[in-house]
């Protein structure tokens, strides 16, 4: 769940893209895991849902393990874009970690390869010349 205020807003980089409300010092949690409010699907119970609910959970979920089970975001963290040179650490699963001051205004962004175990598929993330 996303920690610090942050608002939605059309994204440059895909859509719509989440932005912080006021200045996030580096080293700041802007992200943290909670059971409340990141949901934890198994691939079974994945499967058993209807075509549509499963693709807005895949398209709002990550999946650290390309076999394991999904994590669905249902907070505003959500709408986090991929970027090559990403302000937010997601290292560690459960902490989304700032990696610079991220002024006010400013659009939050993560390493998709921190975060899913299958992007080899996403063409946006393979073709963005970063080694694995």
């Given at each position: 769940m996303i920690v610090i205020p942050c608002s939605i807003a059309p994204s440059r980089i895909h859509g719509t893209g989440v932005f912080a409300s006021s200045f996030v010092a580096k080293g700041a949690v802007i992200w943290k895991f909670d059971p409340r409010f990141d949901i934890v699907i198994s691939p079974e119970a994945f499967d058993a849902l209807p075509e549509g609910v499963r693709d807005d959970v895949e398209n709002y979920s990550y999946r650290p393990?390309?076999?394991?089970?999904?994590?669905?975001?249902?907070?505003?963290?959500?709408?986090?874009?991929?970027?090559?040179?990403?302000?937010?650490?997601y290292s560690q699963h459960d902490l989304g970690i700032a990696l610079c001051d991220i002024p006010a205004g400013e659009e939050l962004t993560c390493d998709y390869r921190q975060i899913l175990g299958d992007w080899q598929h996403l063409d946006h993330v393979a073709k963005d010349g970063r080694a694995e």
């Open positions: 393990d390309a076999k394991g089970p999904y994590i669905f975001e249902s907070t505003l963290g959500r709408y986090m874009n991929h970027s090559p040179r990403p302000n937010v650490d």
